[in-house]
């Protein structure tokens, strides 16, 4: 049976990104829905149908101050709500740094692929570890995510994510199918570009804005903002962060993948 890459998004939209931007045929698709919980049990099949990685990819909330709009992070490891820590596979994360050589250089490839499993609570090294390294040449960085189970809505929550844990950005799915993919053995990846940044809530009329499917709630969520004309500013700028994350992921995702094939024998 022809390998592939499994790969884990919380929207239907960025499901379309991947599919746009990467070769369908070494590819299989789930959408959770922006649920860990349906993360997880996607990631448990496609390993079971044989994935040879799971990737996690989508936006994401910013929580480090200094990212802006589009920035995009390669996860080095992802903090659970639970204070889990789920490690991305070395050899991949080594092979991206190799194709793109800056400032973080990572492990030369050698041997089998490390899933790393999860790990304890995260302690002072590793929290100032986590505040990420830049590569300067592709202007990735390289840090850690955290995995919320519910919605990061507050620039106050925010805030003390990244300062209690070191995360650059949050995501609701990436823990989920980290998690799955530690149990299985396979390596596992999280791509993620930023759309809200740190300093920006999320409008009360967005927060019902996903549907579990993976969809996006449009009507809903005018209907919700139109009880609240003041929050279409915020909304609006919302949809401008996202656009910017967005094009990041076609601009990027392809060149990734390509990498993650190469190094897969997909």
Not at 117 to 128: D, G, I, T, W, Y
Not at 244 to 255: M, S
Request: glycine share 10%.
């Amino acid at each position: 049976m022809p390998s592939f890459i499994g790969v884990i998004c919380g929207l239907k939209s960025e499901a379309a990104v991947v599919s746009a931007s990467v070769d369908q045929s070494k590819i299989r698709i789930g959408v959770s829905g922006a649920n860990a919980a349906r993360a997880e049990e996607i990631a448990k099949e496609l390993c079971e149908q044989g994935a040879s990685a799971i990737i996690s990819v989508g936006v994401s909330g910013g929580l480090d101050p200094a990212l802006k709009p589009g920035d995009l992070i390669i996860g080095e490891t992802v903090i659970a709500d639970d204070g889990s820590v789920y490690a991305s596979d070395r050899y991949l994360m080594a092979a991206i740094q190799s194709a793109h050589p800056g400032e973080s250089r990572g492990p030369e490839k050698s041997g089998r692929m490390d899933p790393g499993p999860a790990a304890k609570r995260p302690n002072q090294k590793q929290r100032a570890f986590a505040r990420g390294r830049r590569d300067v040449r592709s202007g990735y960085r390289f840090a850690s995510l955290f995995g919320a189970d519910e919605i990061i809505d507050s620039t106050t929550i925010k805030s003390a994510l990244y300062h209690n844990h070191g995360c650059l950005a949050v995501d609701m799915e990436s823990h989920g199918a980290a998690r799955a993919a530690a149990r299985a053995g396979a390596p596992f990846l999280a791509i993620r570009a930023i759309a809200d940044p740190a300093d920006r809530a999320l409008p009360k009329a967005a927060l019902n804005a996903v549907a579990s499917d993976g969809s996006t709630r449009v009507l809903q969520t005018l209907v919700a903002a139109l009880r609240d004309p003041k929050q279409f500013p915020e909304l609006m700028k919302l949809g401008a962060d996202s656009a910017a994350a967005t094009k990041t992921l076609r601009r990027d995702l392809g060149p990734l993948f390509e990498i993650l094939f190469k190094n897969l024998d997909v």
